[in-house]
């Protein structure tokens, strides 16, 4: 069985900075961040592969960083700059799986 556990979320003020993180039980080729809003659909956040490739949706392009540490099965969302329509919850995914974490809330307010 597959688990996947996700850790750091919070509430933090707008233009602060938080960093998530999910280990995994196994190690996997393609890991990703998703989120989903109140009333909304769950969206794509950042993927990387083993090799290190990265891609990120537009609306945290330049803001959020995803990382891998191979050796421990987990990856890293570092969020810098955030923003009130940043509240969400975060769910770690493998890519092209049905395994997904259980979430963690992330809320940005003053």
């Known amino acids: 069985q597959v688990q996947l556990v996700e850790s750091g979320g919070g509430l933090v003020q707008p233009g602060g900075s938080l960093t998530l993180s999910c280990e995994a039980s196994?190690?996997?080729?393609?890991m990703a961040w998703y989120r989903q809003a109140p009333g909304k659909q769950r969206e794509f956040v950042a993927r990387?592969?083993?090799?290190?490739?990265?891609t990120y949706a537009d609306s945290v392009k330049g803001r959020f960083t995803i990382s891998g540490d191979s050796a421990k099965n987990t990856i890293n969302l570092r969020m810098n700059d955030l923003k009130p329509e940043d509240s969400a919850v975060y769910y770690c995914?493998?890519?092209?799986?049905?395994?997904w974490g259980q979430g963690t809330q992330v809320t940005v307010s003053s």
């Open positions: 990387i592969t083993t090799g290190g490739i990265t």
């Open positions: 995914h493998v890519w092209n799986t049905h395994y």
């Open positions: 196994r190690s996997f080729y393609n």
